[in-house]
């Protein structure tokens, strides 16, 4: 009964073509060989009465499918009074083109953070987990139940605090309350840890030591960079045991 314009762009069928008062099948049997369908003859027939029965049936909730010429639709079928259906299609081609290359810049950017010889840590503007790479998942394995995506920058605290994590903060003043009032020290790290900037040494419960940097991006992202000192401070620490010597 009636066929806007943008139902010709999407199926590339002109009114001669498909026109008011044709039959669904119409559409169906005009695309059977422009590429749109990948349906072998032997099984075009009961293609298509699938296709019909399930219109006539009535709602259908909307479900994303990908044509044989690369474009991928949304469909749904909606059923209107005195048996009519209202059949809509969403051209998304442009928009999983889009999610395919942010996909692709993603994988590039966790490989190229993979390689750095540092820890990496990402948490997004809500302080949820996006991203740590392999060296500082292995630095503190204790916390890995904690950087997994969704959880909480507030959780790998909580965690890291029952596991003896954290003890320096860059902060003596929050430090002194890491024993002493660990709900006061909790909130005041995930204060500290809206801060544009800091930097600061930190040891781990097994020994080792890191240069620590924290940084919020304009868009609130968290990123923090954990570089392994821990043979510095073994340099140090020796060069200062010859001296008193």
């Excluded at 810049?105 to 993979?114: F, H, I, K, S």
């Excluded at 544009?196 to 940084?215: H, K, L, V």
Aim: proline letters at 4%; charged letters at 30%; a negative charge.
């Amino acid at each position: 009964e009636l066929i806007n314009r943008a139902f010709y762009g999407i199926w590339k069928v002109t009114p001669e073509q498909v026109s008011v008062g044709c039959p669904f099948r119409a559409l169906m049997d005009v695309n059977r060989y422009n590429g749109v369908y990948d349906i072998a003859d032997e099984h075009w027939e009961d293609y298509v009465s699938s296709r019909v029965a399930e219109i006539k049936t009535g709602d259908v909730a909307p479900r994303e499918f990908r044509r044989a010429d690369g474009h991928t639709m949304i469909y749904s079928v909606t059923k209107l009074s005195g048996g009519k259906r209202l059949i809509s299609y969403v051209d998304v081609s442009e928009v999983k083109r889009r999610e395919a290359e942010a996909e692709e810049a993603r994988r590039y950017l966790e490989n190229v953070l993979e390689t750095l010889p540092a820890g990496v840590l990402i948490y997004d503007r809500d302080d949820r987990f996006v991203f740590a790479n392999r060296k500082l998942l292995d630095s503190l394995p204790v916390l890995q139940p904690a950087w997994q995506a969704g959880k909480t920058f507030r959780h790998s605290l909580e965690l890291g605090h029952a596991n003896g994590c954290f003890r320096l903060s860059g902060d003596p003043a929050i430090d002194k309350l890491y024993a002493s009032a660990p709900a006061n020290w909790l909130d005041a790290m995930l204060v500290r840890c809206r801060q544009r900037y800091s930097s600061f040494e930190r040891q781990t419960p097994d020994g080792s030591w890191y240069q620590a940097f924290d940084m919020r991006a304009e868009d609130g992202t968290f990123i923090g960079v954990r570089v392994d000192i821990s043979e510095l401070k073994d340099r140090e620490r020796a060069l200062q045991e010859s001296m008193s010597e």
